[in-house]
C-alpha cells in the first residue's frame, strides 16, 4: 500500500505501535497500528524515526533482527522518544550494546511491562540493570532466549541473588513469565531459586508467576521438570524432552 509522504509522516507521528522487520538487504516493512504495512527503503528509514519519535501515543516498538549499521539510528530512537507509555519492547536478534540498553532501561524503564530480548546479543552487564527493580516496577515479562552472551553466574545473579533492590531483592518484582529457551548455561537448579525467590517476595507466601519456558535447555532433564513441577503446581513449566525432539 502506497501513501504520499505526508500521509507517512503523520502516520507515524501518531502511531501505538512500531514495528520494523527486515525482509531484503536493502528495505524494511514497517508496521504502525494501521491495518496496512508500510515498505520503506533503507535509507528512509532514519526519517521514519524522526517521525516516530513525535508520538506521544506510541505504547509497542518491535524492532527484528535489524544489522549493526542501525545502532547509531537505534540510538537516535530511543534518546529521543516523546512517548511516555512504552509498555513492550522486542529488540530480537539485535545486537544492543550496553550503552544502548542502558539507556532503554533508564528513559523507559518505569513504563514498561514486556521485554523480549529473543537472540539478541546482550551480556551480563545488561543483566545488572535488570537486577534492579527499581529501575522497571512494572516489568511483568522477560525474554532471554536464545541470549548465548549471558553466562551462568550472570543469570544467577539476576535470578537468585539474595539482598539487592526492592521487594524480591533480584529480578522486577513483579515478572510474571520468563522465556529462557536454549540457554546453554540454564540449569534446574536456576529455574527452581527464581522460584523460590519469587515466592519469598511474596506478602502471603504465594507465588505469583505465569509460566517459565525452558524448551532447549540441554542441561535440564525432564526428572527435574517434573520435579518443578510438583513443587509449583500452578506454575506453567514449558520444557520438551530430547527424546520427543528426535522423534519424526
Same mark, same amino acid.
Given at each position: 500500500?502506497?501513501?504520499?509522504?505526508?500521509?507517512?509522516?503523520?502516520?507515524?507521528?501518531?502511531?501505538?505501535?512500531?514495528?520494523?522487520? &527486515?525482509?531484503? /538487504?536493502?528495505?524494511?516493512?514497517?508496521?504502525?497500528?494501521? /491495518?496496512? /504495512?508500510?515498505?520503506?527503503?533503507?535509507?528512509?528509514?532514519?526519517?521514519?524515526?524522526?517521525?516516530?519519535? $513525535?508520538?506521544?501515543?506510541?505504547?509497542?516498538?518491535?524492532?527484528?533482527?535489524?544489522?549493526?549499521?542501525?545502532?547509531?539510528? !537505534?540510538?537516535?530512537?530511543?534518546?529521543?522518544?516523546?512517548?511516555?507509555?512504552?509498555?513492550?519492547?522486542?529488540l530480537?536478534?539485535?545486537?544492543?550494546?550496553?550503552?544502548?540498553?542502558?539507556?532503554?532501561?533508564?528513559?523507559?524503564?518505569?513504563t514498561?511491562?514486556?521485554?523480549?530480548?529473543?537472540?539478541?546479543?546482550?551480556?551480563?552487564l545488561?543483566?545488572?540493570?535488570?537486577?534492579?527493580?527499581?529501575? !522497571?516496577?512494572?516489568?511483568?515479562?522477560?525474554?532471554?532466549?536464545?541470549?548465548?552472551?549471558?553466562?551462568?553466574?550472570?543469570?544467577?545473579? !539476576?535470578?537468585?541473588?539474595?539482598?539487592?533492590?526492592?521487594?524480591? +531483592?533480584?529480578?522486577?518484582? +513483579?515478572?510474571?513469565?520468563?522465556?529462557l529457551?536454549?540457554?546453554?548455561?540454564?540449569?534446574?537448579?536456576?529455574?527452581?531459586?527464581?522460584?523460590?525467590?519469587r515466592?519469598?517476595? $511474596?506478602?502471603?507466601g504465594?507465588?505469583?508467576?505465569?509460566?517459565?519456558?525452558?524448551?532447549?535447555?540441554?542441561?535440564?532433564?525432564?526428572?527435574?521438570?517434573?520435579?518443578?513441577?510438583?513443587?509449583?503446581?500452578g506454575?506453567?513449566?514449558?520444557?520438551? &524432552?530430547?527424546?520427543?525432539?528426535?522423534?519424526?
Open positions: 500500500m502506497r501513501y504520499p509522504p505526508a500521509s507517512i509522516a503523520t502516520l507515524l507521528a501518531t502511531a501505538h505501535s512500531l514495528t520494523i522487520i &527486515p525482509f531484503s /538487504p536493502t528495505t524494511s516493512m514497517v508496521t504502525t497500528a494501521y /491495518p496496512q /504495512p508500510l515498505a520503506i527503503y533503507d535509507s528512509t528509514l532514519f526519517h521514519s524515526f524522526y517521525h516516530i519519535i $513525535s508520538s506521544s501515543n506510541l505504547t509497542s516498538i518491535t524492532l527484528r533482527a535489524l544489522p549493526r549499521k542501525y545502532i547509531g539510528q !537505534l540510538h537516535f530512537l530511543f534518546s529521543h522518544l516523546q512517548t511516555q507509555k512504552l509498555q513492550h519492547v522486542d530480537a536478534g539485535i545486537h544492543v550494546p550496553n550503552h544502548l540498553f542502558s539507556l532503554i532501561v533508564f528513559r523507559y524503564g518505569g514498561l511491562v514486556s521485554l523480549d530480548l529473543e537472540f539478541a546479543a546482550i551480556t551480563d545488561a543483566l545488572e540493570l535488570l537486577g534492579r527493580p527499581e529501575k !522497571l516496577p512494572k516489568l511483568r515479562a522477560l525474554g532471554l532466549a536464545g541470549c548465548l552472551g549471558l553466562t551462568k553466574g550472570g543469570l544467577k545473579r !539476576l535470578l537468585c541473588r539474595e539482598g539487592v533492590g526492592v521487594g524480591d +531483592g533480584g529480578m522486577g518484582v +513483579g515478572v510474571e513469565v520468563l522465556d529457551r536454549w540457554g546453554m548455561d540454564v540449569e534446574v537448579e536456576l529455574v527452581e531459586g527464581w522460584l523460590q525467590k515466592q519469598a517476595s $511474596s506478602t502471603d504465594r507465588i505469583i508467576v505465569g509460566s517459565v519456558d525452558i524448551r532447549g535447555c540441554e542441561r535440564i532433564t525432564i526428572n527435574g521438570v517434573e520435579e518443578l513441577r510438583r513443587k509449583w503446581p506454575v506453567e513449566i514449558k520444557f520438551t &524432552p530430547k527424546s520427543s525432539l528426535r522423534k519424526v
